[in-house]
């Protein structure tokens, strides 16, 4: 008798997003209401596109689960590493994601089958709870973006090989916090996701806001984008949700 009470719960939880999202669109705190799909990842945290661009990739910080899902919300492949805490997600190479660990700040290198091929830790002093929270590579510099969350908010560039911090840069209080960034290599541009502020901004490597556009879903804690389409990819780590919104 327990399946349906948790299919009951499940269709309460999506009749809810779905009471919100029309809500926010009659109220005008949408231009469109978003694209909106269950993922059976718990507590999602970070996105990025597969290497070969059919797919994306997510991480449960809760569970270690590293998943690849359809644009669609489908579980396309699955595994689970033994640590947890992991907060980011980008692809290094056809082969390789890094993932970005939030309480003891490193990075993780594992094949897309799951083997973990490096665990390297980075010599960076933060606050507890404060800690990694979004990763990109920038393939043409080979070097990591690292995002922290707040106290203070900054990027932080490290070389790909060495781990050197090259740079830091502080962001500014227009943003609450930073929850996940996501790299533009066409543009290089930065698109940086505050849970807190509801938003995502376009911005330059410098941390400069060019473009704000607000998103209002609860803890969104992933976004990646698709500039030729004009969509924002985003994840919510409490709905455990996709949502897609055009811009």
């Excluded at 008798?1 to 809810?16: H, N, Q, Y």
Aim: aromatic content about 10%; glycine content about 6%; charged content about 30%.
């Amino acid at each position: 008798m327990k399946r349906p009470t948790l299919v009951i719960g499940v269709s309460i939880a999506a009749f809810a997003v779905v009471v919100f999202l029309v809500f926010n669109l009659f109220v005008g705190r949408q231009k469109k209401a978003p694209e909106y799909y269950d993922i059976a990842v718990p507590e999602p945290s970070g996105l990025c596109f597969s290497a070969d661009g059919r797919g994306l990739w997510t991480v449960s910080d809760r569970t270690g689960e590293v998943v690849q899902i359809s644009f669609d919300g489908e579980v396309l492949t699955k595994f689970t590493l033994k640590d947890v805490d992991f907060e980011g997600i980008a692809v290094y190479d056809d082969t390789t994601l890094a993932l970005s660990r939030e309480g003891k700040p490193a990075v993780m290198f594992v094949s897309t089958s799951g083997n973990v091929l490096r665990d390297q830790h980075i010599d960076l002093d933060l606050k507890s709870n404060s800690g990694l929270e979004g990763i990109a590579f920038v393939k043409k510099e080979n070097i990591f973006i690292l995002a922290q969350e707040k106290k203070p908010r900054r990027l932080i560039e490290v070389d790909a090989t060495s781990f050197e911090v090259k740079r830091e840069i502080k962001i500014g209080k227009n943003f609450p916090d930073i929850s996940d960034i996501w790299y533009d290599e066409r543009s290089d541009q930065l698109w940086i996701l505050s849970d807190q502020g509801e938003f995502v901004a376009r911005c330059s490597r410098d941390g400069e806001m060019i473009k704000k556009h607000k998103l209002k879903i609860e803890k969104l804690e992933g976004v990646c984008v698709d500039p030729s389409k004009r969509k924002i990819y985003t994840v919510s780590d409490k709905l455990a949700a996709m949502f897609v919104f055009e811009y």
